[in-house]
């Protein structure tokens, strides 16, 4: 639906750098490192590259706050989504999670 809707567009960067991570991550630095702009990644080894190389980064879960910031979710949408993201892979700390769990439930 994001593309559909010209929200969401795919970009080849002209960098071509080898930063030995993933192809994903690589490349989303490449392009975020040539359009000077901040990149959303959640593997370490990513963030740290970016930071080395002065790209602003920030995470999945800064996104889904942001959202809920700015009122376009509710506390229980910040939930699901992050629950779905835990149940898809992705990793949050037990305790961070307790401290998000009792912040989304206030």
Same mark, same amino acid.
């Given at each position: 639906? $994001?593309? *559909? &809707?010209?929200? +969401?567009?795919?970009?080849? #960067?002209?960098? /071509? &750098? *080898?930063?030995? @991570?993933?192809?994903?991550?690589? #490349?989303? %630095?490449?392009?975020?490192?040539?359009? /000077?702009?901040?990149?959303?990644? *959640? *593997?370490?080894?990513?963030?740290?590259? =970016?930071?080395? @190389?002065?790209?602003?980064?920030?995470?999945?879960?800064?996104?889904?706050?942001? #959202?809920?910031?700015?009122? +376009?979710?509710?506390? &229980?949408? =910040? @939930?699901? @989504?992050?629950? =779905?993201?835990?149940?898809?892979? !992705?990793?949050?700390?037990? /305790?961070? !999670? %307790? &401290?998000?769990?009792? $912040?989304?439930?206030?």
């Amino acid at each position: 639906q $994001a593309f *559909d &809707e010209g929200w +969401i567009e795919v970009i080849q #960067s002209k960098i /071509k &750098e *080898d930063f030995r @991570l993933g192809k994903g991550e690589t #490349s989303a %630095i490449q392009l975020a490192r040539e359009k /000077k702009e901040t990149i959303i990644l *959640d *593997d370490y080894a990513a963030i740290k590259t =970016a930071e080395a @190389l002065g790209i602003p980064t920030i995470r999945t879960t800064t996104i889904i706050f942001m #959202s809920l910031e700015k009122k +376009i979710i509710k506390k &229980e949408e =910040a @939930l699901t @989504l992050i629950n =779905a993201l835990i149940e898809n892979g !992705y990793y949050i700390a037990p /305790k961070f !999670y %307790i &401290e998000i769990v009792r $912040a989304l439930k206030k």
